[in-house]
């Protein structure tokens, strides 16, 4: 199962502690001791991994480590290593500590979400001409410590929705590499999977049925991760006994959870059309147009169909990059 959202506890470093000492040198007797090093920040970063939060379900703090000591000889101590929380691309980290939050979009990117503490200065850093032999330093300063939620909504150029066992793991595979697990039976997928067409991110999104907004089976899980996929493709099966109605309740449930949804731009697929008649798809067809002009059928089995709509992701692909 995807582990799409958690909450840890992440800790910086602390500073090293500055060290008070003094020359060995004969009839010398001057301040040596070095400023201790700085403690490790703690740093999100964006990577591909789509499962990179899975750690988390036993991981629950993240650590940095400490800076080291001042040394002798006004020697700086180490810093510390920063702390690296990996995060998929489309993580959102909330600082329930601050109420901030950031975004990760792009692989490789880092956010520093906890800083380390700064080390501690040294006797040799206080000596002046009235004071040649101070003995005063001080202790590094301990890190940020902060509570982290990890929530992740997927980044996909075209999302596939509609009832469980409609096509779209099918489709995915066909298209992609995804190797989405098919079978016929309700709630086949069990979490998103993704696959890249091109220089497109498709996203099977399952789990949307009747009440996924109010909670019911896994699509209040799931459907945040609509929320940022640029182009819907609603698959209707053709083997439906009311595929116009599949299609409202799947709208409604969209619209429940988030307005914005229903003003994104949709593609109604009519899968499985290997099921009926021609005349039957071209009769499902135009009832559906009324709801939606942009409509396309599909059968795995025709290659015509899957043509065309590798010819309507080509577009898309095409107007993402102008």
Sequence with gaps: MLVDDVTIEVSAGKGGDGMSTFSKVVMTNGPTGGDGGRGGDIIVKGVADLGALRQFKTKKIVRAKNGQGGGQNTKTGADGKNGVVLVP?????H????????????IGEEIMIAKGGNGGFGNYHYRSSRNTSPERSNPGEPGEKISVRLELKLIADVGFIGYPNVGKSSLLNELTNASSRVANYQFTTLEPHLG?????????????IEGASSGKGLGHKFLRHIERTKVLFHFVSADSENPLEDYKIIRAELGEFNLKLLKKPEWIIVSKSDERTPKEIEKIVNILKKENKQIEALSLLDDDSIVRIKKLLNKIKDNKSE
Excluded: S
């Design 89 to 93: 691309v489309g993580t959102i980290v």
């Design 95 to 106: 600082n329930l500590t601050t109420d901030k939050k950031y975004e990760i979009t792009k």
């Design 196 to 208: 890249v067409y091109y220089e497109l991110i498709l996203a099977d999104i399952p789990g949307i």
